[in-house]
């Protein structure tokens, strides 16, 4: 039996920012991970060793593209380039070549050459643009505020009744019904109504998509507009791999005492009198803390490490009633000979800076998600694929390099009596294809790959269905509703036993908001404060 002050349960980054922000006040952290390598969805491996490739490929096996995180201050305050995190900006922070034809759009940080890019390819588009941005980038002010705050009923609303006071009018005079309308839309319409080029339109609604919930859900509106808080935060990758991260997290652990253990999956957390007060491995090692804070997901956590006899029946199946969902996506991470050359942007120098958007056109996402309401793959997939070996040699050996390519809307029950063991090579082939659809050298290109169907989502990362954002992101299951009212300040019927994970607000990403949400919550009961952290 050892002792600690606090065991966070799982080493996914948002457990990591809890930990770091309470081994900075000076308590002793344990963090606990089920799998021999730390970071949960954001880890790097080194795989494809070979006598060509003796020291492999640094392959990402969860989340790559980092732009939420650096909206919060969290990497700022914990000043983790000290403990071996250093950043590349991705800039254009993504990229939409053309399907047919010539040309391509590049979103960079900088919003006036964004515009420019537009320009050439849907000049009818520059004003849209530049006046969604600016409608949006205001709404969002209050809306990040929200996220960065542990929810209450009013909080969404209050915010962006704040902003209109502080801020002046977050709408037009005369047009606020209608911007609230806006807000409440779905993030298809959204889209629609902005824009007019049908290639601007696919792309803004393929990267809005990346949250979850399908275009024409309501209330996701905002999915579309967060595009306005890429132009504040840009989007990074870390040097090495997107792990590298959480491997400064980690250094920052236990350069302030505390301890990270991979291969020790925890089975049950223990609780006495109603109070959480350790946890027990599956081997049968216990540890004990006075806090407990579990970064799994909120059904693992509540239904097999705490169990049905400590909650009560409503609770209970309260918790077992939140959406998870049918999937979400599937993702092959490649080791490659060459970089894609797009038939629309030949020699483009700055398309692999980013993420290249594969979506040809909304009518061809359409047809995917009818694939997928049907409970079949996509016979044609959207997809998004990253190079991060062209801004960052260390992934990738001399002349080679690595190419991640997510694709969505790939259910993780099937309807046609298939498993997604039987078919999940098929499936990577499909999306692989997507890639040589546009850029016809990579056919016959791939030396490796490693498939993550929503299967092996679910069995590497304990993301239940493949969920990469734990839950669905629709609007009942957001802010104060996530994971449900009646945990939504990251607390438990269990006294001492807290969550931190994607499940809780504000949601998925590589964001750790909800860490940094859960640690103000864990701090201020007891007897600490979280601004004197950032004093």
């Excluded at 542990?150 to 902003?163: G, Q, R, S």
């Excluded at 060459?338 to 038939?343: D, I, N, R, T, V």
């Excluded at 090579?425 to 169907?453: F, G, T």
Aim: some cysteine; glycine content about 8%; overall charge negative.
């Amino acid at each position: 039996m050892s002792n600690y002050d606090v065991i966070i349960i799982g080493s996914g980054h948002n457990g990591l920012t809890t930990g770091c922000y309470l081994a900075k006040v000076g308590k002793k952290v344990l963090v606990l991970e089920r799998r021999d390598t730390i970071g949960g969805a954001v880890c790097t491996e080194t795989m494809f060793k070979s006598s060509e490739n003796p020291n492999g490929f640094r392959i990402d096996v969860g989340s790559s593209v980092h732009i939420m995180i650096h909206q919060t201050g969290i990497i700022e305050e914990l000043e983790l380039e000290k403990y071996g995190l250093e950043y590349i900006e991705m800039d254009p922070i993504m990229s939409y070549p053309v399907p047919t034809g010539k040309g391509v759009i590049h979103f960079w940080k900088d919003v006036d050459r964004t515009l420019e890019s537009i320009s050439k390819v849907a000049p009818e588009d520059v004003k849209n643009y530049k006046e969604f941005i600016e409608f949006w980038g205001k709404i969002n002010k209050g809306v990040l505020k929200a996220f960065t705050t542990p929810p209450a009923a009013k909080n969404i609303f209050v915010e962006m009744a704040l902003n209109q006071i502080k801020d002046g009018a977050m709408f037009r005079k005369g047009e606020q019904a209608s911007g609230f309308q806006k807000v409440l839309s779905s993030y298809g319409k959204v889209v629609d109504d902005a824009f007019e080029n049908p290639y601007m339109k696919a792309a803004l609604m393929w990267f809005a998509a990346q949250s979850g919930p399908l275009p024409d859900h309501s209330a996701t509106g905002d999915f579309a507009g967060w595009q306005s808080m890429l132009h504040e935060s840009g989007a990074k990758h870390p040097r090495g791999g997107s792990g590298m991260l959480t491997q400064a997290m980690k250094n920052f652990i236990e350069a302030h005492g505390g301890e990270v253990k991979s291969d020790y999956p925890v089975d049950k957390i223990l609780i006495e009198n109603g109070k959480a007060i350790g946890v027990r491995t599956e081997p049968g090692e216990e540890f004990k803390a006075e806090i407990i804070v579990s970064n799994a997901h909120v059904q693992t956590t509540m239904l097999k490490m705490v169990g049905r006899e400590y909650l009560d029946d409503s609770l209970f199946t309260k918790v077992e009633n939140i959406h998870i969902g049918n999937g979400f996506g599937m993702v092959i991470r490649c080791a490659v000979k060459e970089l894609p050359e797009y038939s629309a942007a030949p020699g483009d120098p700055y398309i692999h800076n980013g993420i290249q958007l594969l979506a040809p056109s909304v009518q061809y996402m359409k047809n995917a998600i009818g694939d997928y309401t049907k409970g079949l793959p996509p016979e044609k997939p959207a997809v998004l694929a990253m190079t991060f070996s062209a801004i960052d040699p260390d992934v990738a050996p001399d002349g080679n390099h690595t190419m991640f390519v997510w694709a969505q809307w790939h259910p993780y029950e099937l309807s046609n009596g298939k498993t997604w063991d039987d078919i999940r090579e098929e499936e990577a082939q499909k999306i692989y294809d997507v890639v040589v659809d546009y850029a016809p050298n990579m056919k016959d290109k791939l030396i490796d790959w490693y498939i993550q169907s929503p299967l092996d989502i679910e069995r590497k990362h304990g993301l239940l269905k493949g969920n990469v954002m734990h839950v669905e992101m629709s609007f009942d299951q957001m802010f104060m509703f996530r994971p449900i009212p009646e945990m939504s300040r990251y607390e438990t019927p269990i006294k001492n036993l807290y969550l931190s994970s994607a499940s809780c607000h504000p949601g998925g990403g590589v964001f750790g908001a909800a860490g940094l949400n859960a640690a103000a919550v864990i701090l201020k009961n007891h007897k600490k404060r979280l601004f004197k952290i950032r004093d």
